[in-house]
Structure formats: structure tokens, C-alpha cells
């Protein structure tokens, strides 16, 4: 994104800014041992957890943050935080 | 027209020549004869535009930083304490780089609480972004103000600058100043063209949060549009001479250097005392000449150097202290005649409004020449 003078910015979505590269832990989803009870889309503070059409659940990385509330709160333990590499 | 006034009227008047659209300040001792005659003009409509009162200098300068952003000529006058209550703004102002002017009438700072002159408030704002002017004299303080507003609003800058001048010794004091007329102002100083406007139909947001990797790049456009702005300083300078016959096309100006073994420099009112001092110096067979730092702001280091070429002994006058350092600009000539050879002494004089007389100029100059200096100069030890 190029520099404006005095950092100034048309009316724009806050989707443009994809906060995921603030990540330092990413969650990695197992829907092998998901029960799909759907309280890791319930939990996530950026609504970034979606359903699939097996009815189990991934994160889009472009927007985690990775504060790991999913898998902090999972029952089935199905959610394992990893450190990103950058 | 040459006119016998007061120097806070001088700059009162210049400030409506400029046609400002918002005037939003707070009163304090020595700037307040400035804002209470722009307060007037604006009530009698010699002034086309609002006087905002505000129950503080960070509100005033505030609604300033709103009414420039809106497409406004701003202006703002104020010294010591009230520029201190404005650092947060002043910082804010040069990163959304937003135009204005701003006057101060230089005082100390407390504590100890003190009404008078020296240079601590402005130069403990020297990195906040925005330019800085020092008058010598009430024409210079009043011609620095067109001068100021034509830079601050070039598209190529876009950074508020602040003229200063010393409180009392101008701003009270009656001068004959030459005062332009409306046209001739209007034929220098066109209407301010925003670069960006809050305009509720063009929705923009100014000054958006930049992550890590955003506000470095930032901060470096910020410091290209300083040098920038050294540059149309010496333009707009230049300009000025053509439309009123007084030239000020250089960020520094020399007096009486051809010859000079030894350089004073200074900033602001003490320059006309040390002029008076080098010429009896002079007289007396003495090398002696002045060095006058208009701009602090962008700090004019290439002119400094090209200036005291031929010197041995640099003597700065600083009305300011850097604590746990020295003065400001004996740190600066320092590091700019670096590797000359130039012998550079710094002198912390004239402290919360201390005299400096002729008489203290010519003994700056002996300890120059023995050698001493960096040091507070005329300290009474007797009170120690």
C-alpha cells in the first residue's frame, strides 16, 4: 500500500487489513477429533473460525490473530496452538 | 507604511493581513497583546473568520489542528507554559502535516516560574516537526509571518511552522515596522489550497494508525518535507525581497564575517545587541563578526558551514539549556563544523530574561579567544 501524505485514507473495509501477520501461535485444527459443537466459531473474537461442509471447523489465516481462545475452550482438546516460523 | 508600534501589534496585524479563517487561542504572558488585538479585529469584522475561545493552549491548538484539516488558514500565538500544554498537538499537527502558523513569544520555562525571555519553551518542541523562525527585530517578526504561512501551506512541505520572537524585549516594545498593505500581502500570500480536506460528500480519514511497518517511512517523509521546506524558506525569502524590498533568501545571515577570526553566533533579539557589539569590536580593531540563525528548523547546517569558512573561534550564544547537555545550538554548530578545525564554544546566556548587555558580548568574545567556554555565562556566584 503506497504512503499518503500525513497518512490519510479514503472510506475503506477493515477486511483490507489482513491482521493474521500479527500472528505468533497458529491454531491447527484436527477435524479428524472434532465433535462439531461449533465453540471455537462461538469463542472467536474475529469470527475468523468458518464451518465446512463436513460440518467441522477451520481458521482463516488471513485474519487470525492466533490469541488461541479456540483452543483453549475446545472439549474435545482437537485445537493445538504452533509457534509460526518467520 | 512605517508606523511606530508595539511588536505584539506589529505581529497582531500582520497575522490579519494573512487573512486567517480560524483564530483559536488562550492568553498568557508576554503573547497576550497579540491574541487580544486579533480578538478585537475579529469582533469589529476586520477579520473574516472565527475567533474560537478555548479554556486551555492544548484545546486552542487543537482546534486548530481541526480547522486546518478542514480546509482553514489556522493561527495560534502563545509561549512558555502554554506551548508545553500543546506538545501532544504540536507532534500530531506535523504528522497529519497540516499547515499553520503559530506565534510564540519566547519565555522561560518553570520551574522556577518566570515571565521573561529566553529560549527553552520553542526549543524543547526542535523535534516535534515543525519549522522555526527567529526574529531579530519587530519588522523581521512581522515579515516572518507571510513568509511562514506561504512555506507551511506548499504543497512540496505541508508542515506548520512557528515564528518566534523574544517575549518583552519585542513583543512589548514600540519599533517603527514597515506594514505592508492588504493588496500587496494578497499579491504574495494566495488563498490557502488544502492538500487533503475533511469534506463530509469526499469522506477521508487523516492520520490513520500505521503499523511497524508503515511509521518509520512516515517519520522519514515527515523529516524529507523539513529539508524541503529549507529549500522554499530560501525561495519564499527571496519572493518576499522582490514584493517589499527586504530580503531574507537565507536561513542564516552574516554580519560583518568578511575578516572574522572569530564568529558569534545567536538567534533572535540578543543579534541586534551583538551587531551594535562587534561594530565597537570592530572599531577597536577586534575580527570579530555575527553569524544570525533565522531558522533553527530545518537546522541550517550547510549555510553555517559555508558561512565561518574563514574562521578560527566559533562563540555560540545559547538562551537555552539542554539539561544534562548544553545549549541546543552549541550542540548543532558542533556537530556541523565537525572536522573543520573551527574551535566551537558554547555560552548558556541569558537565561529567564538575564541581560545580556554589549559589554557581556565582548567578554563572551575574551573567553572565546583564551579558549574558555562551554559554560552558563554571567552566573552571579555570589547567590551559589
Redesign the interface.
Known amino acids: 500500500m503506497p504512503l499518503t501524505i500525513g497518512c490519510a485514507a479514503r472510506p475503506g473495509k477493515a477486511r483490507r487489513n489482513l491482521t493474521g501477520s500479527w500472528r505468533v501461535f497458529r491454531p491447527v485444527f484436527r477435524p479428524e477429533e472434532c465433535t462439531k459443537c461449533g465453540l471455537c466459531a462461538t469463542v472467536c473474537p474475529e469470527g475468523c473460525v468458518i464451518e465446512t461442509e463436513e460440518g467441522t471447523f477451520i481458521p482463516d489465516y488471513d485474519y487470525c490473530k492466533g490469541c488461541g481462545l479456540c483452543a483453549e475452550e475446545c472439549p474435545a482438546k482437537a485445537i493445538e496452538m504452533v509457534q509460526e516460523e518467520k | 507604511m512605517l508606523k511606530i508600534t508595539e511588536g505584539s501589534y506589529a505581529v497582531a496585524e500582520a497575522v490579519k493581513l494573512c487573512r486567517p479563517q480560524v483564530i483559536a487561542a488562550y492568553p498568557i504572558t508576554p503573547q497576550t497583546h497579540i491574541v487580544e488585538a486579533l480578538a478585537e479585529m475579529v469582533a469589529n469584522c476586520e477579520i473574516d473568520g472565527e475567533y474560537i475561545t478555548v479554556e486551555s493552549e492544548f484545546s486552542a491548538l487543537s482546534a486548530c489542528l481541526g480547522a486546518s484539516a478542514a480546509g482553514s488558514r489556522a493561527y495560534s500565538a502563545t509561549t512558555s507554559q502554554g506551548l508545553a500544554l500543546m506538545f501532544e498537538v504540536c507532534f500530531n499537527m506535523a504528522?497529519?502535516?497540516?499547515p499553520m502558523v503559530m506565534t510564540i513569544a519566547n519565555r522561560a520555562l518553570g520551574a522556577p516560574l518566570s515571565i521573561w525571555n529566553d529560549h527553552q519553551d520553542t526549543i524543547s518542541l526542535r523535534d516535534s516537526g515543525w519549522f522555526q523562525l527567529y526574529a531579530e527585530d519587530n519588522q523581521e517578526a512581522t515579515d516572518l509571518h507571510f513568509i511562514a504561512y506561504k512555506v507551511s501551506e506548499d504543497h512540496n512541505v505541508?508542515l506548520p511552522g512557528m515564528v518566534c520572537f523574544d517575549g518583552f524585549i519585542l513583543s512589548h516594545t514600540y519599533e517603527p515596522v514597515d506594514m505592508p498593505v492588504q493588496e500587496e500581502v494578497d499579491g504574495y500570500l494566495p488563498p490557502f489550497t488544502p492538500?487533503?480536506r475533511l469534506d463530509a460528500g469526499d469522506?477521508?480519514?487523516?492520520?490513520?494508525y500505521?503499523t511497524p511497518e508503515?511509521y518509520m517511512?512516515?517519520r522519514y517523509?515527515i523529516q524529507q518535507a523539513m529539508e524541503q521546506a529549507g529549500k522554499t524558506l530560501v525561495a519564499a525569502g527571496k519572493e518576499f525581497s522582490e514584493h517589499f524590498g527586504r530580503d531574507y533568501g537565507s536561513l542564516v545571515e552574516g554580519y560583518r564575517l568578511d575578516g572574522a577570526d572569530t564568529a558569534l553566533i545567536a538567534m533572535g533579539s540578543v543579534c541586534g545587541t551583538i551587531k551594535d557589539a562587534v561594530d565597537e569590536m570592530r572599531d577597536a580593531g577586534r575580527k570579530v563578526g555575527l553569524l544570525k540563525l533565522r531558522a533553527f528548523r530545518p537546522f541550517p547546517e550547510r549555510e553555517i558551514v559555508a558561512a565561518l569558512n574563514n574562521v578560527n573561534t566559533v562563540a555560540v550564544l545559547d538562551k537555552n539549556i539542554s539539561l544534562g547537555n548544553s545549549g541546543a545550538a552549541g550542540t548543532e554548530v558542533k556537530a556541523a563544523l565537525a572536522g573543520s578545525g573551527i574551535t566551537v564554544l558554547d555560552y548558556v546566556i541569558g537565561l529567564g530574561g538575564r541581560d545580556v548587555r554589549k559589554r557581556d558580548i565582548a567578554r563572551v568574545v575574551d573567553l572565546a579567544e583564551k579558549g574558555e567556554g562551554d559554560m552558563f555565562y554571567g552566573l552571579r556566584t555570589e547567590v551559589l
Open positions: 504528522g497529519l502535516r497540516l505541508l492538500y487533503h469522506p477521508i480519514s487523516m492520520g490513520m500505521a508503515y517511512e512516515f517523509q
